[in-house]
């Protein structure tokens, strides 16, 4: 894993970072595959947790909105494929999660951050979220994100794009 202090930093106005990730119920998705469409790319710290769940849940009751704005949504977390398959099943989620245990991915969207808990330090998952053009260029970027109205914010972003 490279240091997240020296990973470049993206702006809106980038081309995303293109990647191909193990994903839930088997095989892989590169974000080049969906070129011409609007990505909405959420890294979330881990799979079944409060927050995770809720917002997983809340862009599965939007999905119908994204869906007609042309766009796919897609979470991205260190979890397996197995654990997403569990995820998804035990709360019917409707969106499509990644498995990018290596962080790779995380690091490239800078997602990847030094955390504090209880004044322990340690790595990991910044909540996050990329709305990525169907240029494939980063049209917004929320970062440390606070779960409740999120999806209602990116649908909102993304109507103002399509």
């Known amino acids: 894993m490279t240091d997240p202090a020296t990973a470049p930093e993206i702006s809106v106005g980038d ?5 191909s990730l193990p994903r839930d119920g088997g095989g892989a998705l590169s974000l080049s595959e969906l070129k011409g469409k609007p ?3 959420y890294f979330y710290p881990r ?8 917002e997983a849940l809340d862009f599965t009751a939007l999905g ?13 977390s260190k979890d397996t494929p197995a654990s997403h398959d569990k995820f998804k099943a035990k709360h019917d989620l409707g969106v499509t999660l990644l498995s990018d245990e290596d962080c790779a991915v995380c690091q ?9 808990m209880y004044g322990k330090k340690y790595m990991g998952i910044d909540r996050s979220t990329f709305l990525i053009g169907a240029d494939g260029r980063l049209v917004r970027i929320w970062r440390k994100v606070k779960v409740k109205g999120h999806a209602d914010d990116v649908l909102a972003a993304l109507r103002e794009i399509a």
């Not at 119908?64 to 991205?76: R, W, Y």
């Open 64 to 76: 119908a909105e994204f869906a007609a704005a042309g766009a796919v949504v897609l979470g991205v």
């Open 108 to 116: 490239a969207y800078g997602a990847w951050v030094e955390k504090s």
């Open 47 to 54: 799979d079944d947790t409060p927050g995770c769940t809720t």
């Open 15 to 19: 081309p995303a970072p293109d990647f």
């Open 39 to 41: 990505v909405v790319l």
